[in-house]
């Protein structure tokens, strides 16, 4: 989600120097990784269709998809932390700790039950930096920062289930993760488009009018709604979803793995 601007900046010429400690990852951080590992633990070794491939799949989906949100937010920040604000230290930001990005609610639990309903990457949290108060260059950088992240962890995923990914051994642990790289292309897709209260509006919004930015404000806080309203609409859903298919299928690795890992994680469907 994109980086939203309130408030008063305090902001500095130049570029500040990274002060020790500014960058710690919070306990929460680091017991959701531990979770997401656990799971893929837990998946390794497991038959295929089973409980515990079952049971592992879905939390090494859901908590490695949560540290990716938090890895979103912490490239807003950090990119924002870098052009002055130091309003994003003050706020946790740079702490990793997914309870800091905006509201729990919108930014953990409604992408987890999204993920849950349709397999979708719904984008996450938000944090609250000063773009206003940056050059546009540096207002585009911090709002790309947050795709450019999914899109990292969708190619590092990708490459490693394409380099050592088997369907004859420990197929729940890679299809599982084939599924988790899935929902970081759509997530990259969804934040780019040029919605208001998304990054790819962010991207564009420097190089619109005064006029067209105020008009444009209004409509930030639906931007969620307004994305639903996009995804179930069946001829917007049935091409964003071949977008999506069409950059995954450029990794090599067969799409069915990730609608199996789908499936394993939605296992309730």
Same mark, same amino acid.
């Given at each position: ?49 089973? *409980? ?14 949560? *540290? ?62 000063? &773009? ?5 260059? &540096? ?15 969708? *190619? ?87 977008? *999506? ?25």
């Amino acid at each position: 989600m994109p980086p939203s601007a309130r408030g008063y900046a305090a902001v500095t010429p130049g570029v500040p120097a990274l002060r020790r400690g500014a960058i710690r990852p919070s306990p929460v951080f680091l017991l959701v990784v531990a979770l997401a590992v656990a799971g893929g633990v837990l998946a390794w070794d497991a038959d295929l269709d089973s *409980v515990r491939a079952k049971a592992g799949v879905f939390v090494l989906v859901v908590f490695g998809w949560v *540290v990716s949100l938090c890895l979103h937010e912490f490239a807003h920040a950090y990119i924002a932390w870098r052009a002055g604000d130091r309003e994003v230290e003050l706020r946790g930001y740079l702490t990793l700790n997914p309870l800091k990005y905006s509201h729990p609610l919108l930014s953990i639990v409604l992408p987890m039950v999204f993920i849950a309903l349709g397999g979708i990457g719904l984008p996450g949290g938000a944090v609250y930096v000063h &773009t206003h108060q940056v050059p546009p260059r &540096t207002q585009r950088l911090i709002s790309v920062a947050g795709p450019a992240v999914n899109a990292v962890c969708a *190619v590092v995923l990708l490459l490693v289930v394409r380099l050592f990914g088997s369907a004859q051994e420990h197929p729940a642990f890679w299809f599982g993760l084939s599924f988790l790289a899935f929902l970081q292309v759509t997530a990259t897709l969804l934040n780019l488009l040029p919605i208001p209260g998304l990054d790819g509006y962010g991207v564009m919004e420097p190089s619109l009018s005064y006029q067209t930015r105020r008009g444009l404000e209004q409509f930030k806080p639906f931007g969620m709604l307004i994305l639903f309203a996009l995804l179930f609409t069946p001829a917007i859903n049935q091409v964003f979803f071949d977008a *999506v298919y069409a950059l995954y299928d450029l990794s090599g690795v067969s799409e069915q793995w990730s609608r199996y890992g789908g499936y394993l994680t939605r296992f309730w469907a």
